[in-house]
């Protein structure tokens, strides 16, 4: 299985590498075009979004995402990564498409249970 890993913090970056490796191939970038890009040609089976990013935010990529019929990730399961706790930024991600959200500091088991859920 094939995931997905966007964030602009190299932290979280090898976090969520370092946690995903050992069970799944990982694709990761720390920029929203780069991740839009790489959504075109490769078929992922989920994919972990941050959403505060600089020049393109994760909301926003999910957006192109979703709204591009022939992108080949337009019904992956996508999750959202994020500090942001507020109900409206949780909405946004929703309403352009996120399949789910995470708060951070993102928690081993937590993260387990998210991928188990969606990857089986």
Same mark, same amino acid.
């Given at each position: 299985?094939?995931i997905?890993? %966007? @964030?602009?913090?190299?932290?979280?970056? /090898?976090? #969520?590498?370092? +946690?995903?490796?050992?069970? $799944?191939? %990982? @694709?990761?970038?720390?920029?929203?075009? /780069?991740? #839009?890009?790489? +959504?075109?040609?490769?078929? $992922?089976?989920?994919?972990?979004?941050?959403?505060?990013?600089?020049?393109i935010?994760?909301?926003?990529?999910?957006?192109?995402?979703?709204?591009?019929?022939?992108?080949?990730?337009?019904?992956?399961?996508?999750?959202?990564?994020?500090?942001?706790?507020?109900?409206?930024?949780?909405?946004?991600?929703?309403?352009?498409?996120?399949?789910?959200?995470?708060?951070?500091?993102?928690?081993?088991?937590?993260?387990?249970?998210?991928?188990?859920?969606?990857?089986?």
């Amino acid at each position: 299985m094939k995931i997905l890993v %966007v @964030d602009d913090n190299p932290i979280n970056l /090898k976090f #969520l590498f370092y +946690s995903l490796r050992g069970d $799944y191939e %990982v @694709d990761t970038t720390d920029e929203g075009p /780069k991740a #839009l890009r790489l +959504s075109k040609v490769n078929k $992922y089976d989920l994919i972990l979004m941050d959403l505060w990013m600089p020049l393109i935010d994760g909301a926003e990529i999910t957006r192109q995402i979703r709204s591009l019929n022939d992108n080949i990730n337009n019904k992956t399961p996508i999750i959202f990564c994020t500090t942001s706790t507020v109900d409206a930024d949780r909405q946004r991600c929703f309403d352009l498409g996120a399949t789910d959200y995470l708060v951070k500091p993102i928690q081993a088991k937590e993260l387990n249970e998210k991928l188990k859920h969606y990857l089986g």
